[in-house]
């Protein structure tokens, strides 16, 4: 079935630190993957996604990029705030309706 | 600000009570509601599936008898654990869907079972 797997935190980053969060998937055929961001105390929200190899997503200064010959979708920032300190899932889908998590990476940046 | 509701945030209950979490959409209709659980440091699994006014669709390994849906109208769906137990402490999450396939979470409700 499919799965995600995704670096285990928590990661701990001094303001205006290069991010990398790894993830890699197991899936058949060719599923969109994302990225959800949630902040302490409310849901989960998307931050960006990909729908086919080699689409790069980027929101808010978040970048990751489809790449299905290593089966990965990598989050980047190249300068994190305090204001990014969050949980972090990277998830696919197969249909536009049933994700699979990765099981979350708690990110903390301090001033 | 938040579009889905979900209530209680966190709530302990004694082993053998039926604690409900409400999930509700503030200003638009969920034609869809899923329902997830997480177990700490553990990905987030689908439990149930649900369309207004049907039956929920369960999960393979998720027990129908014990946790109960409902999804009776287009603003709210809940989930009821049954005579929980400590095994069925977790944080379980929402996630309402509309008719344009835009996804909202809920913030979630950690389920403590003593």
């Known amino acids: 079935g499919d799965s995600v797997t995704q670096m285990e935190g928590p990661v701990t980053l001094s303001e205006e630190a290069f991010l990398t969060i790894n993830c890699t998937y197991t899936?058949?055929?060719?599923?969109?993957l994302f990225w959800y961001v949630q902040y302490p105390g409310e849901g989960l929200q998307l931050l960006l996604k990909?729908?086919?190899?080699?689409d790069k997503g980027s929101n808010k200064g978040f970048e990751a990029t489809y790449r299905k010959e290593t089966t990965s979708f990598h989050l980047e920032k190249g300068s994190v705030q305090v204001s990014d300190s969050a949980v972090y899932f990277c998830a696919l889908s197969r249909t536009d309706y049933k994700l699979s998590f990765g099981a979350g990476t708690t990110v903390t940046v301090r001033a | 600000g938040a579009v889905v509701s979900q209530h209680p945030s966190w709530v302990i209950c004694k082993s053998g009570t039926s604690v409900k979490i409400e999930c509700r959409s503030l200003d638009f209709q969920a034609t869809t509601m899923f329902w997830y659980r997480q177990f700490p440091k553990q990905s987030l699994m689908l439990m149930a599936t649900s369309n207004e006014g049907s039956k929920a669709t369960y999960e393979q390994g998720v027990e129908k008898d014990k946790f109960l849906i409902n999804h009776a109208s287009l603003t709210l769906s809940t989930l009821t654990v049954t005579s929980a137990h400590p095994e069925d402490s977790s944080f379980y999450i929402c996630r309402a869907g509309t008719e344009k396939n835009i996804q909202y979470f809920g913030a979630g409700t950690r389920l403590s079972v003593l």
């Open positions: 990909a729908t086919k190899a080699d």
């Open positions: 899936a058949t055929g060719y599923p969109s």
